[in-house]
């Protein structure tokens, strides 16, 4: 077997850091341009999901135990802690219809 030229140090230097698996799981923020303006989105896993909300799209309950979204303003006027501030959780179905 051909001898490595790099030595040990080097190479532990080099790997990679561990990946997060739950976050790869659940999905990572992104933002989504609709009608209204664009939208920060957060997957929320079933695990996860600890609160009771109500969905701003049908206005029926998003139970504990069940995936969902948080969505909040990307281009709000009053700032990024004001849109934070009022994000909105959505069932994952009635956030893809919501114009």
């Known amino acids: 077997m051909p001898r490595s030229n790099r030595s040990r140090r080097r190479r532990a230097a080099e790997e ?8 790869i799981r659940l999905g990572m923020r ?3 341009v609709k009608r209204s303006g664009a939208w ?7 695990a996860a999901a600890q609160k009771v ?3 701003p799209g049908c206005g029926a309950e998003v139970p504990v ?3 969902h979204v948080v969505a909040w303003r990307a281009d709000g006027l009053m700032g990024e802690q ?3 501030a009022a994000r ?12």
Not at 40 to 46: D, T
Not at 89 to 99: D, F, G, L, N
């Open 16 to 23: 990679p850091s561990e990946l997060d698996l739950e976050r």
């Open 30 to 32: 992104r933002t989504e």
């Open 40 to 46: 920060n989105v957060q997957p929320v896993g079933a």
């Open 53 to 55: 909300y109500t969905c």
């Open 65 to 67: 135990g069940v995936a």
């Open 82 to 84: 004001a849109d934070l």
């Open 88 to 99: 909105r959780h959505w069932h994952a179905r009635c956030w893809q219809i919501e114009p």
